[in-house]
């Protein structure tokens, strides 16, 4: 019955809720760990092939600057403070539908939209830590990062290794990725202290509770303009809606 009801409310919306394919290099016991991990989550089907219309929802009336300490200078902000579209992201560095957004879409608006002045892009964190064991720590790694003002290249490091260099085993993921970090020009003993650092933690598990408040309950979802868009959609439908509340033609 839960599972029939989540399919009705989220037909067209691809979410954080199936595995990635096995990948070669993990062990047998990290692919064990996943797999009982996953079982009890529900799967949310990918969008269609053809076009999908995001159904948003409002988000409960709140300031979200204030919430989320939105500031002009945001170290997990790019775009222009004033754009008549303001897009949050929350994610989870672990969840393969965020990596798909990162992979389809993401790019694409920051292209078309974010550098042409009309989006303002933010980042913030909704770490599953029920189904996803290193995503607080990769939370924290890019939070760590942000204070470097290195957060964009270990956004992007994140997405692109995870399932690769790491994924599911903490504490050996810790040390893969820091080095990685390290690869990226951060100063991996501020990150080691950074990560130490119980403020660091405590900061993510804060932003998780925001983001419950405000509505978020799966990864991706975005608040776009104060209207909450849930699922890794096509392009085009960000596009639409991005347009529409812009006045674009």
């Known amino acids: 019955m839960r599972f029939s009801l989540l399919l009705i409310l989220v037909f067209v919306v691809a979410g954080c809720g199936s595995a990635a394919p096995p990948v070669p290099t993990r062990s047998a016991v990290e692919l064990r760990q996943t797999q009982v991990a996953l079982q009890g989550l529900p799967t949310v089907p990918p969008a269609p092939t053809e076009l999908s219309r995001p159904t948003p929802t409002p988000a409960p009336p709140v300031d979200l600057v204030e919430l989320l300490n939105l500031t002009d200078d945001d170290p997990r902000a790019m775009g222009d403070p004033n754009a008549p579209v303001l897009m949050i992201e929350f994610t989870?560095?672990?969840?393969?539908f965020c990596a798909r957004f990162v992979s389809e879409s993401r790019s694409r608006i920051v292209r078309?939209?974010?550098?042409?002045?009309?989006?303002?892009?933010?980042?913030?964190?909704?770490p599953l830590t029920s189904i996803h064991p290193s995503a607080v720590l990769a939370a924290g790694l890019a939070?760590?990062?942000?204070?470097?003002?290195?957060?964009?290249?270990?956004?992007?490091?994140?997405?692109?290794t995870h399932?690769?260099?790491?994924?599911?085993?903490?504490?050996?993921?810790?040390?893969?990725?820091i080095e990685l970090a390290g690869e990226l020009g951060v100063d991996t003993a501020q990150l080691r202290a950074c990560l130490d650092d119980?403020?660091?933690e405590a900061t993510i598990i804060a932003?998780?509770?925001?983001?419950?408040?405000?509505?978020?309950?799966?990864?991706?979802?975005?608040?776009?303009?104060?209207?909450?868009?849930?699922g890794a959609l096509p392009f085009e439908s960000f596009a639409s809606l991005i347009r529409r509340l812009a006045e674009l033609p």
Request: aromatic share 12%; with cysteine; charged share 20%.
């Open 143 to 160: 939070h760590c990062a942000a204070a470097q003002g290195q957060f964009w290249p270990v956004y992007e490091m994140l997405f692109q």
């Open 163 to 177: 399932s690769v260099e790491w994924g599911g085993v903490p504490r050996r993921d810790r040390d893969v990725l």
């Open 198 to 200: 119980p403020a660091t």
């Open 92 to 96: 989870d560095y672990e969840c393969p």
């Open 207 to 230: 932003e998780v509770e925001t983001a419950t408040r405000l509505g978020i309950n799966s990864t991706p979802n975005f608040i776009i303009n104060g209207q909450i868009v849930r």
């Open 112 to 126: 078309e939209f974010v550098e042409t002045g009309v989006v303002r892009l933010v980042v913030r964190d909704f």
